[in-house]
């Protein structure tokens, strides 16, 4: 893979509050190590307090007055509203959310799966994607913030067989996220869906394409997606496939730092 160079101004983020849905999974904690790196204040709750502790093993050195860990489930109605205000009582107004929800499962064929499988995959993706933009868009109003929806190609074609299931989840998450954007559109919250053309989290290296975009540049990305060079981007579906959408907006950070 051709890497971007990935190094993160420590200031781009700094004074700023991030809540990464997802935070513990393997695409959740590339953003959370690049928020920190970008001088983010992140909170991430899960439900499991072992994956939690892992999250923090794996940071290593990551500063830990700037991590906000926390047990709950935003994607459970009967949760999702205590965790939110556990989240603002313990790190103040938010300034940004990613939602990266949902791990790829292989399904069987899809008219061969029981339906508690399709009602696995939806309630995994296009359900828990829905709670949890339901409890942190209003969340973001106070700092006219920016939420980040996180998709995969899965939602515009079945990649390779299992995926039927994951494909249709994802189809409805990638329609729910144009459908608040759309309502959303004249709100003070910047509200995209991210679109990732990368290995993790899809399917096995095997599988990988080939493509140019590696972990380190989603998290880079979704960083300065969430600085101010983000600013006027705003009910956008991004496809990142190549780095250009990535260099734009570095380029356009560079201006902002340098007076320009």
Do not use: C
């Amino acid at each position: 893979m051709t890497q971007f160079s990935t190094d993160l101004p420590s200031d781009l983020l700094s004074d700023r509050t991030a809540v990464v849905a997802g935070g513990t999974g393997s695409v959740g904690q590339v953003v959370v190590e690049a928020f920190l790196e970008a001088g983010a204040t992140v909170v991430v709750p899960s439900r499991s307090e072992q994956k939690l502790a892992a999250l923090q093993k794996s940071l290593g050195n990551a500063p830990a007055d700037r991590l906000i860990t926390l047990v709950g489930d935003l994607s459970d109605e009967g949760d999702s509203v205590r965790v939110r205000e556990a989240i603002l009582e313990r790190a103040g107004p938010l300034d940004a959310a990613v939602a990266s929800l949902g791990g790829f499962v292989p399904a069987p064929a899809v008219l061969d799966a029981p339906l508690s499988e399709l009602e696995r995959v939806l309630d995994g993706y296009l359900l828990a994607h829905f709670m949890v933009a339901k409890a942190l868009i209003p969340a973001l109003e106070e700092r006219s913030g920016s939420y980040t929806f996180i998709n995969g190609p899965l939602a515009f074609r079945p990649m390779f067989p299992g995926t039927g299931l994951v494909s249709i989840a994802t189809a409805g998450q990638a329609m729910l996220a144009r459908a608040v954007m759309k309502e959303k559109s004249g709100g003070p919250v910047r509200i995209n869906e991210l679109v990732l053309y990368t290995r993790f989290g899809w399917g096995s290296d095997e599988d990988d394409d080939g493509g140019s975009v590696s972990q380190a540049d989603v998290g880079a990305f979704l960083a300065h997606l969430a600085s101010d060079s983000g600013a006027v981007v705003r009910g956008e579906t991004i496809h990142l496939e190549d780095l250009e959408p990535l260099r734009a907006l570095r380029s356009r950070t560079a201006e902002l730092l340098h007076g320009g």
